[in-house]
């Protein structure tokens, strides 16, 4: 028995220390990259890279302002559209179980969460800059709307079935008709998860560079009107990263700096909206 | 013709896929007297009551035949409106539910705002009204705009009481409304029935027979899915007409 108990304790610590390396393997990698782009990036970020376009190819100094401001304006409309879009279909695949767009949207939305980002790229080409005839922030918004909803779609989905069906039933026999029960009662209800659905769509569509290429495009001069091509961080650090400038190279950490600085945070309020 | 009752059910069936959870009754729901279901646990009174308002639409697989006539309409026909059924036939669950997101005071106008209205002091008289008449008032007049969960499960049931009178429905369902309360509450709730009846018409289910004898005017006997006896309240608890019913009462009964 002594024998067996001692046996029990060591594959304890076995175990135990096989969890331990696990985790570490993921964490390393994890802090690696974190504390690499935080070297690499922090010198970069000065009050130039803040407030200031970019310096002509070839020269030093110059900012970021314009992709920092295109990214808000893109990533807010993008955020808005993905909320509209993937609430609704939320609601429907959760609430409406037996609605005949059901099984169709169930099928879309599944399609959608598997296809390549730079695809939806295409699809906002196809759906906005081809009608519109030039490049837009908002053809990007609609780029990187497409690569949310279905992130928001599946949170919404999810959180509303974790809803109690007694409260569906108590707002009915009070004479409420079944939308004013989804929209007054069962939503507010799950609105943390919801919260923490479009604050990690918001964490993939932020860190997007593919879907804006031929979208958003890109625009070296400062511009808040979505219907005017935009930069966005991501694209600016793509473009800068494969120049073969060193300053760009430094702007180019910069700009990774911030996106993860600004991705994090995201996802540390949607874990915070969820815990509500 | 005579239409001496405020609902009726002719020959009503309530089916869980092929299993019958209710079977065959015609029950008459005297206007503004109180009805009592009584019988055992698992003999269909919740499956009977939400019959009654169309609460079984929205579960799949439950299937309802037979007729239930409010103020002589079928409530089934088509073209029957189910929302603006429960309007007119109010329910309180068997359980508690306060809305989570909202205080006492909304859950107790939810019914009224969100059908719009939106008058201050009409919300207000209405709120304290019905949580006078649910015997809440005197605990929840100082935090009327603090959590509604935050209430205790007695003042929970009390809540949902009076969130169903706030919006004055003709038609009351209560679904063992004071199981979970103490003597106090009960003995409030019960004074309440009495008090309804003068506007409400109220079916309740209980497993309690002493609270049926007291506040019902009449009772049905239910035993596995049918009904077995409806009569007055006092002929049926003093002079049942079917054995079983007797056997029930006198508390002889698994
Ligand atoms: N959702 C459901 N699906 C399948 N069967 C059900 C469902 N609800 C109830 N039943 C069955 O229908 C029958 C009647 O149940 P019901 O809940 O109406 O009983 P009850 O008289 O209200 O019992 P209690 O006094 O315990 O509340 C039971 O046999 C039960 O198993
Ligand atoms: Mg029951």
């Given at each position: ?24 393997a993921?964490?390393v ?20 890279f ?5 310096a ?6 110059g ?30 695949l959760a609430e409406?179980?037996d ?44 780029a ?106 430094r ?10 600085a ?15 | ?13 309530v ?14 729901v ?12 698992g ?25 239930v ?12 409106d189910?929302?603006v ?5 109010g ?26 209205v ?6 207000g ?95 049905a ?29 006198t508390?002889?009964?698994?």
């Amino acid at each position: 028995m002594n024998r067996t108990l001692r046996r029990r304790y060591l594959r304890d610590r076995v175990m135990v220390g096989l969890v331990g390396l696990g985790t570490a393997a993921v964490l390393v990698p994890l802090f690696f990259i974190l504390y690499y782009v935080l070297v690499q990036g922090i010198g970069a970020l000065d009050l130039a890279f803040f407030t200031r376009p970019p310096a002509p190819p070839g020269e030093t100094g110059g900012g970021m302002l314009p992709a920092i401001a295109g990214s808000l304006v893109v990533d807010t409309l993008a955020l808005l559209m993905a909320a509209v879009f993937g609430v609704a279909a939320g609601v429907l695949l959760a609430e409406y179980p037996d609605h005949p767009l059901n099984p169709p949207l169930r099928l879309v939305v599944d399609v959608m969460a598997g296809l390549p980002a730079i695809l939806m790229g295409l699809v906002a080409f196809a759906l906005v800059v081809r009608p519109m005839g030039h490049f837009s922030g908002l053809s990007g918004s609609v780029a990187l709307a497409l690569l949310m909803i279905p992130i928001v779609t599946r949170a919404t989905e999810g959180v509303l079935k974790l809803v109690p069906w007694e409260l569906t039933e108590a707002g009915l026999a009070l004479g409420l008709p079944r939308w004013r029960v989804i929209v007054n009662l069962v939503l507010p209800a799950a609105r943390g998860g919801i919260l923490t659905g479009l604050m990690l769509s918001l964490a993939r569509g932020a860190g997007e560079a593919a879907p804006l290429l031929f979208t958003a495009f890109g625009n070296p001069y400062l511009t808040a009107n979505p219907l005017e091509p935009m930069d966005t961080l991501p694209l600016k650090l793509y473009v800068y990263a494969i120049s073969p400038y060193p300053d760009w190279h430094r702007q180019a950490w910069g700009a990774a700096l911030l996106l993860a600085a600004a991705i994090m945070a995201a996802s540390y309020l949607a874990r915070r909206a969820f815990r509500r | 013709m005579s239409q001496p009752y405020r609902m009726e059910t002719q020959n009503l069936s309530v089916y869980y896929g092929k299993h019958p959870g209710v079977r065959g009754v015609s029950l008459p729901v005297h206007d503004r007297r109180v009805t009592a279901l009584i019988g055992p646990s698992g003999c269909g009174k919740t499956t009977f009551l939400r019959a009654l308002n169309r609460m079984h639409d929205l579960t799949p697989g439950v299937r309802v035949e037979g007729r239930v006539l409010l103020d002589g309409e079928d409530v089934y026909a088509p073209g029957v409106d189910p929302v603006v059924v429960r309007r007119r036939v109010g329910m309180v669950f068997q359980r508690p539910t306060p809305f989570p997101t909202m205080s006492i005071f909304e859950n107790v106008v939810a019914g009224l705002r969100l059908v719009g209205v939106r008058d201050r002091r009409v919300l207000g008289q209405a709120a304290e009204r019905a949580l006078r008449m649910a015997a809440l008032w005197d605990e929840v007049k100082d935090r009327l705009h603090a959590p509604a969960v935050d209430l205790s499960g007695g003042q929970q049931q009390r809540l949902s009481i009076a969130r169903a009178l706030a919006v004055e429905p003709e038609v009351l369902l209560m679904d063992e409304p004071t199981s979970a309360l103490d003597p106090i509450s009960t003995q409030a709730i019960e004074d309440l029935l009495t008090e309804l009846k003068n506007s409400v018409t109220i079916v309740i289910v209980t497993h309690n027979m002493q609270q049926a004898a007291r506040v019902s005017d009449y009772t049905a006997f239910f035993l596995d899915g049918e009904m077995v006896e409806f009569d007055a309240t006092d002929r049926l608890f003093t002079n049942p007409a079917d054995p079983r019913t007797e056997a029930y009462i006198t508390g002889r009964f698994g």
